[in-house]
């Protein structure tokens, strides 16, 4: 049992590998040794698969992915596994429907969450609702998804639930942005009583001061409530004369007002430096959507696109984790504030 304690299921299958002996990494992340998990071409008249979410699903395992297809239109797909590792994926789009059941499918998708909220899974994606912004559905069968209302308006990008109610509301995080390759982005909050009208946002935090997350921020997979706050694994982008780089670090939120940044970490968790987050589409990418964690042992498996081009997963345990956050947390009072002005 770990110190910080997790407060989620128990995933007794985890994905996992310990860490190896001879890791040099500074923070307490390591990739995959099989690593990339999802190669290219893995369907008929898709390209490439990458930044995508996984969840337990019965004895196994089920994710959405990013699938981008041979006309380089990104839709969201579905897949099965029984250990999170190796995927069957459904050669169809996922069918969203609208309410009475009509086709209702966005242009395009991409950037896929999945969060199970109560006992309805949701997916949160980025879509042209007549530019960027966010789509949302929700599936209880994983047979039938169900759209939900746009919840904001363009630009946006990035929007991923919490997996609880807090203080009676459910909360987004989200990152609003402009029509293009957003050389700006903060991450903000919005809380919504029925996954229908958002509001009440707030400010959680801004890029800035980190080199390797100075360009632009934005959340990447669900945070994961724990004894020491919602720890929250985002992407952070520099900029350099080869254009962007995207790693990724962590923050704690606050566990009953997670507008206020606890701790943050200054150091990248991930950075570009394998093959397959060097060399793709789009080189030097490492985007989580994902991070599971198995409340018995503390071990965490965060899921992560690379290089716009495969998937890749790579590992975390909560106590050493916590502990390399802490201490590099380096927070300013935009950080700990509650977000509103
Ligand atoms: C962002 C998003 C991501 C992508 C990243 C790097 O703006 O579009 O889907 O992984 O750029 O290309």
Known sequence: MSKVRIFSQSIPNLPWQPRPENDRHDAPVWRYSENPVIGRNPLPGVARIFNSAAAPWGDGFIAVFRGEQINGIPHVYMGKSPDGIHWEIDPEKVPFTDETGKPFLPPYAYDPRL??????????????????SIGMAMTRDFRTFTRLENPFIPFNRNAV???RKVNGNYLLLSRPSDSGHTPFGDIWLSQSPDMKFWGMHRHVMSPGRNWWESVKIGSGAAPIETSEGWLLFYHGVSSTCNGFV?????AVLDLDEPSRVKYRCENFLLTPEEWYEERGFVPNVCFPCAALADADTGRIAIYYGAADTYLGLAFTEIDPLMDYIRAHSVVSENDTEPGLR
């Not at 969060?115 to 960027?132: H, R």
């Open 115 to 132: 969060v199970k909220v109560e006992d309805t899974y949701y997916i949160m994606w980025c879509q042209d609702f007549y530019g960027a």
């Open 161 to 163: 639930l919490f997996p």
């Open 246 to 250: 995207y790693s990724f670090g962590a």
